[in-house]
C-alpha cells in the first residue's frame, strides 16, 4: 500500500483562478487532481512535486522534485447528441458550430458522460480486431484508414472523418461502432478547432459511461466521490 497522505502532502497544486481541488486515487500508482468545475479559462496551474525523500511506502523512497506550470486557454466544450445527430462547440459557453455526425449503433452505442480528448492524428489506421470483431460478424470491417483522428478513450472511442460509405447517414442515422463521425469538411473543422485537453460531453446514448480509468473520465465521477 503506498504511503498516500505523505505523496499528497508533498505536492502543492495553486490556480492563478484560485480553484482548488482534491487528488483521487485511481490506484496504488496514479493519482489525479481536480476542481469540482472545469478549470478556468485562460488560468495557470502550477504543480511543485517536493518529493525527494518522502516514504512512498513498501520500503520505497521518492527520489525526485519537480515543478511544472500548465498554461489553459479559453474553455472549449462541445455537446455530441447521439438522438439529434449533432456536434455542437461551445467556446468561453458561446455556440460557435453546430455539425451533423453519426454516432454508434445500437450494437455499439456511443459511451455517455464526458470525454477529454487526448490526442490527434491527421491519418490514423484502425483494425476492428481491436475491438474484440473477427471475420464473419456482420460488424466486422478489417483495417481501414481513417482522417481527422482525435482519440476519446484509450479503448478506441474517437472523433473522426466517416467512411465514405456512412455518409449518407451523417445527421440522420447512428451506424458506428462507438465513434463520433463527421462528414470530411466537419472532420477537418473540428481538427482545426479542438486540441488536446477540450472536452465532449455526450447526452441521448444507450451506451454506458466509459470505465473512468479508460482514457481521462474524472468529470464522470461525481464531486462528492472524487473529493473523498
Not at 464473419?136 to 478506441?156: F, K
Amino acid at each position: 500500500m503506498v504511503n498516500r497522505d505523505a505523496v499528497e502532502k508533498a505536492i502543492k497544486i495553486t490556480s492563478s483562478a484560485g480553484q482548488d481541488g482534491a487528488f483521487h486515487w485511481f490506484s496504488d500508482t496514479m493519482v489525479r487532481y481536480r476542481p469540482e468545475a472545469f478549470w478556468a479559462a485562460n488560468s495557470t496551474i502550477t504543480m511543485d512535486m517536493q518529493l525527494f525523500g518522502v516514504d512512498l511506502g513498501n520500503g520505497q523512497i521518492a527520489n525526485f522534485n519537480k515543478k511544472v506550470t500548465v498554461n489553459f486557454g479559453d474553455k472549449r466544450v462541445a455537446i455530441a447528441d447521439a438522438a439529434a445527430h449533432t456536434f455542437t462547440l461551445s467556446v468561453n459557453d458561446q455556440v460557435v458550430k453546430t455539425l451533423p455526425v453519426s454516432m454508434g449503433d445500437q450494437r455499439f452505442p456511443s459511451a455517455r458522460g464526458y470525454a477529454v480528448l487526448m490526442e490527434k492524428n491527421r491519418y490514423d489506421h484502425f483494425r476492428a480486431a481491436s475491438i474484440g470483431l473477427k471475420p464473419g460478424d456482420p460488424a466486422y470491417y478489417g483495417e481501414v484508414d481513417v482522417e481527422y483522428a482525435i482519440r476519446l478513450t484509450l479503448s478506441g472511442a474517437y472523433i473522426h472523418q466517416a467512411l465514405e460509405s456512412a455518409y449518407p447517414f451523417i445527421g440522420n442515422t447512428n451506424v458506428s461502432h462507438g465513434c463520433i463521425g463527421f462528414a470530411p469538411d466537419g472532420a477537418a473543422w473540428v481538427f482545426d478547432n479542438m486540441t488536446t485537453g477540450d472536452v465532449v460531453q455526450i447526452i441521448n446514448t444507450e451506451g454506458d459511461y466509459a470505465a473512468v480509468d479508460d482514457g481521462y473520465g474524472d468529470w464522470n465521477i461525481p464531486w462528492a466521490e472524487y473529493n473523498n
